[in-house]
């Protein structure tokens, strides 16, 4: 499964890969490898007790802060939503400069899970940040000014957009591009890190054949394990959205590949095949743009099981050896050790329940697909993992010290099924054709599905285990060698699975979605330190020192994938998401907590309904809800996005124009009047307003029972 490429190479000589980040924390995962772990030792088991805010900044925004900052010569880089980008003296916290670039927040529409970024990259004094648009800037690392911008995006009639990090490569910045879920061709661009100029771009998934020959002969050789009638109209999918490493030592690039569009195999490639390189660990030249060797995780990709979670780069001792590795936990489960110099699977080792998989080909390690169990051609099945992943984009930590990697894992599974028949492609529009209930709330949700269908979930064998044993998220140390779990301590709720630091010192920090910075025992996982926050945290901590003072420095703010389902018991729901940086020291002090909501209010009338509203109206405008608005607008009490149950007298004058003449575009509100025509806005907002009506009263009874106004509601995604 792990294939050499015929291609002749002309890598660079091969360099020594640094063992953990020292003063300076060089890249958002630390050091080249992205181990997430440093070296520095001043703040340890012994004096942790006395961390406190050091300093914190005010980032000026609400949405998801997935990123960890990058110091380099004293100044901390900070990469913010859209593309924004910071500089502050890393001692001090002054602000040197701060970088917004003018999006396109049309594109906006096409990002599923937020508009996050997760890093930048600082090389010869300059920063280089991707914006959600899919322009590459290179900023003047002393002064944020623009030295160059490149448009990445192949074909802005799509819906590419950009949340990844870029990765320097000698003399060029890589970076990747995301949006499988809509009508995209995944790939990954390389620009001229002097100049901006693309100097080669690599395609994930073949074209449609009958527009002629593949751009390079790996593709040719995917096209083989595609269904030449493939929905080719759709794109194929396979955005690599995050996960692309440099690797000194081989000199190759490594690119982790997404998800297949539409996400099921049947409906993409109906005659079948592994539909090459979705779900794929593969190897570039970066000299040439040409694949060295690649390992395909998730064959068929049913499930959107993407590779494109980071990896990490070490060295171990496997079999007697001592190896150049990856280490790689995808969605699919499991925990990878494969070798950077030919792709060879070393280790696959499950760390969450996996009922996609019967077992791995000898030799090959290729995946034997379990179809009883996990394909929902014919009928809903509930899969594990789910689609959130049991790992995804939240960093994992990797000790030298003690060989054990440190990340969060969600064993959950969820409900997936998909309506009947081939669906028509929509531009810049949701594409995926899949429904899916996480196994949290499967069982609820059961009881609300048209009786046939009820009573075939409850026949899966998988409910009776969903049943059982609905999952959880968890922050684990295992070893990657043997999979097994050294220590575990439970999150606060599956959606809590923040990103991790290790330090030399014995260290584990991780931040949580109720707001608190946790230090723990990397032997035990025992609390060492908390200190409450008031801001919720996903992203991963980093460390560095400045004359001789260590600090830990983190960026908070909830969001992702399924930001507007802003749960409970986070800090977003009870304090607000003004995203903030916050950075701590030995002997600092506390951490100002931002003021409490104020009390939920009941939901103000309605309108009246327009002349010849009828209940098949509503109905229409229910279902072009949910196929269009629902994935941002989820209608819960203190959602990241409006709450359109609350809808004041203003909003429902101007909706037509907000809806499809971009009236709010500035604002992050997209315009959609190339899907929808005036009678369908019509139809939305007539359900809407039924919605909101519905509302009121429930509310107003509830109010007058004594009873809270919120309550628990279903998750239709989660934290991708």
């Known amino acids: 499964m792990a294939i050499l490429a015929t291609a002749s190479l002309t890598l660079a000589a091969a360099a020594p890969l640094t063992q953990g980040a020292g003063s300076e924390w060089i890249e958002p995962g630390g050091d080249a490898g992205k181990m997430h772990w440093s070296t520095l030792d001043a703040i340890n088991p012994a004096n942790v007790a006395r961390l406190g805010l050091a300093w914190e900044a005010d980032l000026g925004t609400a949405r998801g802060q997935e990123a960890s900052p990058v110091m380099v010569g004293g100044v901390l880089y900070v990469a913010g939503n859209a593309g924004r980008a910071y500089a502050y003296d890393a001692a001090s916290g002054r602000e040197l400069w701060r970088f917004e670039p003018e999006v396109d927040m049309q594109r906006n529409r096409t990002a599923c899970c ?21 322009w590459m800037y290179a900023l003047d690392a002393k002064t944020g000014a623009v030295v160059w911008k490149t448009d990445f995006i192949e074909d802005r009639k799509r819906g590419d957009n950009s949340t990844g990090a870029p990765e320097v490569a000698g003399d060029l910045v890589v970076i990747g591009m995301g949006g499988a879920e ?7 661009t390389a620009l001229d890190i002097k100049t901006g100029a693309i100097r080669w771009r690599w395609h994930v998934v073949p074209h449609d054949p009958a527009l002629g020959p593949q751009e390079t002969p790996e593709l040719e050789a995917a096209l083989k394990t595609w269904d030449p009638k493939s929905r080719w109209d759709v794109g194929g999918g396979g955005a690599p959205w995050d996960a692309i490493n440099y690797d000194p030592e081989t000199g190759y690039v490594l690119v982790g590949t997404g998800n297949g569009g539409p996400y099921a195999r049947s409906k993409r490639s109906p005659a079948g095949g592994d539909n090459l390189y979705l779900g794929s660990l593969v190897a570039l030249d970066p000299k040439t743009g040409r694949m060295v060797w690649h390992y395909q995780e998730t064959p068929e990709d049913n499930w959107d099981f993407t590779s494109t979670q980071p990896m990490i780069l070490t060295h171990m001792a496997v079999d007697g050896q001592t190896r150049g590795v990856i280490l790689h936990a995808p969605k699919n489960g499991f925990l990878y050790v494969i070798d950077r110099k030919t792709g060879q699977v070393l280790r696959a080792n499950a760390i969450a329940r996996a009922n996609w998989i019967k077992g791995f080909e000898p030799g090959t390690m290729k995946p034997i697909l379990d179809r009883a169990a996990a394909d929902y051609t014919d009928g809903p099945k509930i899969v594990f993992p789910s689609t959130v992943g049991a790992r995804n984009w939240f960093p994992a930590a990797y000790s030298p010290q003690t060989g054990l990697y440190y990340g969060s894992v969600a064993d959950i599974g969820n409900l997936i099924f998909m309506t009947p028949g081939a669906k028509p492609y929509r531009a810049r529009a949701l594409n995926n054709d ?31 285990q969903a049943k059982a044993d609905p999952g959880k998220s968890q922050l684990r140390a295992i070893d990657p060698l043997t999979g097994k779990t050294v220590w575990a301590v439970d999150s606060e709720g599956w959606q809590d699975r923040g990103g991790v630091l290790a330090t030399a010192s014995g260290l584990i920090v991780q931040g949580t979605l109720s707001g608190k910075l946790v230090v723990r025992d990397a032997r035990n996982g025992a609390v060492l330190k908390t200190i409450e926050t008031g801001s919720p945290i996903m992203a991963a901590p980093i460390t560095y020192a400045v004359r001789g003072v260590q600090y830990i420095a983190v960026q908070a703010g909830w969001g992702g994938g399924g930001w507007a389902f802003t749960p409970r018991y986070s800090a977003a729901y009870s304090r607000g998401n003004q995203n903030r940086l916050l950075v701590f020291r030995l002997d600092g002090g506390k951490v100002p907590l931002p003021p409490l909501l104020p009390p939920l209010e009941v939901a103000p009338p309605p309108p009246a309904q327009a002349p010849g509203v009828t209940a098949a109206t509503i109905a229409r405008g229910q279902g072009l809800f949910f196929a269009n608005c629902a994935i941002c607008h989820a209608n819960i009490h203190r959602s990241m996005a409006p709450d359109l149950r609350r809808m004041q007298p203003g909003t429902h004058e101007a909706f037509r124009q907000i809806v499809l ?21 019509d139809a ?17 009874a509830k109010q007058k029972a004594g009873k809270p106004l919120d309550g628990p509601s279903l998750t239709i995604l989660s934290n991708y």
Do not use: C
């Not at 003449?661 to 190339?674: C, H, S, V």
């Not at 907002?685 to 509310?699: F, M, N, S, V």
């Open 182 to 188: 809509y009508d995209v061709r995944g790939y990954v």
């Open 661 to 681: 003449e971009g009236a709010l575009l500035p604002a992050g509100m997209p315009r959609w009047d190339d899907v929808l025509r005036p009678d369908d806005a």
């Open 684 to 700: 939305i907002h007539a359900y809407l307003i039924d919605l909101q009506g519905k509302t009121r009263a429930d509310e107003l």
């Open 114 to 134: 937020d508009m996050v970024n997760r890093g930048l990259a600082v090389s010869g004094g300059k920063v280089f940040i991707a914006a959600l648009d899919g």
């Open 434 to 464: 899949a429904a899916l209930i996480f196994t949290p709330d499967v069982v609820a949700a059961t009881e609300t599905l048209p009786p046939p269908m009820a009573q075939a979930v409850k026949a899966l064998p998988a409910y009776a």
